[in-house]
């Protein structure tokens, strides 16, 4: 925290937010957190930096035909269909010089789901960036059936786990079930990493199935990992004024961005 007050000085900073990779059970992490100042913003689970929501698979304890054997019979059948049908994946790491039509077929489904599902996607420099920086622990997987991409995913590491940090489909062919053979696909990239744990990334908090994210939920739920919650956003003000005008924006702005996707 000393060092963080140096840096927040020298750029004047006003603001940081941490979202952890910390259980929300663990109250000695949180008392911790609150002992050093820091505040915790409660939300749904999906306005946070991070998701608060996920599931964990523990890819360390079973090798993969048992842990292909713990999916759901429906998950399973998905994977195979998609094989069936000539679905092929395509892998990319961020060390290798990735083509630039690569690039524009995975920035394209992103766009392309982004406005099916109502959601805002980062520009086509950010994803560049991203594998660019992570390198060799980085991956871009895409789908291609017959040739056409309908599907990508972004894969990452660090220490003993692995991220399915985006995905993507196209409109077309999603009955081919593209999206389940690239998560097996992933899973066997992190095992043959030497990861522990893989991370299925956000999910909602209300598992109803009445929630417009309980189809999201429910995918993720098929590969039999543990659903997880973690603390949430915690936030540390360096300057308590201009951080409360910074966080009424930042409402401000989502609710505006609510009304827009509606």
């Not at 690039?103 to 789901?113: A, E, G, I, N």
């Not at 895409?142 to 599907?151: H, S, T, V």
């Not at 005008?245 to 409402?251: D, G, N, P, S």
């Amino acid at each position: 925290m000393s060092a963080l007050k140096t840096l927040a000085k020298r750029y004047h900073a006003i603001l940081l937010y941490a979202d952890p990779d910390e259980l929300d059970s663990n109250e000695d992490f949180r008392e911790i957190m609150y002992k050093l100042g820091f505040e915790e913003t409660t939300d749904n689970g999906f306005g946070n930096i991070q998701p608060q929501f996920v599931f964990r698979l523990d890819i360390a304890s079973k090798d993969e035909d048992a842990l292909f054997k713990a999916f759901s019979a429906k998950t399973r059948y998905n994977i195979g269909l998609a094989q069936r049908k000539g679905v092929t994946v395509k892998e990319y790491s961020g060390s290798d010089n990735i083509p630039e039509y690569v690039f524009d077929s995975f920035y394209s489904l992103m766009k392309t789901t982004g406005q099916r599902d109502r959601f805002y996607i980062r520009g086509l420099p950010y994803f560049k960036g991203l594998l660019n920086a992570l390198q060799n622990d980085s991956r871009l997987f895409i789908a291609y059936l017959n040739g056409q991409p309908i599907a990508g995913s972004i894969e990452i590491f660090c220490g003993n786990k692995a991220w399915y940090l985006y995905g993507a489909s196209s409109n077309e062919h999603r009955n081919a079930m593209p999206n389940y053979l690239l998560q097996w696909i992933m899973i066997k990239r992190a095992i043959a990493r030497g990861c522990k744990i893989y991370d299925f990334r956000g999910v909602p908090g209300n598992t109803s199935e009445d929630d417009p994210l309980y189809g999201l939920y429910r995918f993720k739920k098929g590969f039999s990992g543990v659903y997880t919650k973690f603390t949430g956003l915690f936030s540390y003000s360096f300057r308590p004024v201009y951080s409360r005008i910074f966080e009424l924006a930042l409402r401000i702005r989502r609710v505006l961005n609510a009304e827009t996707r509606k």
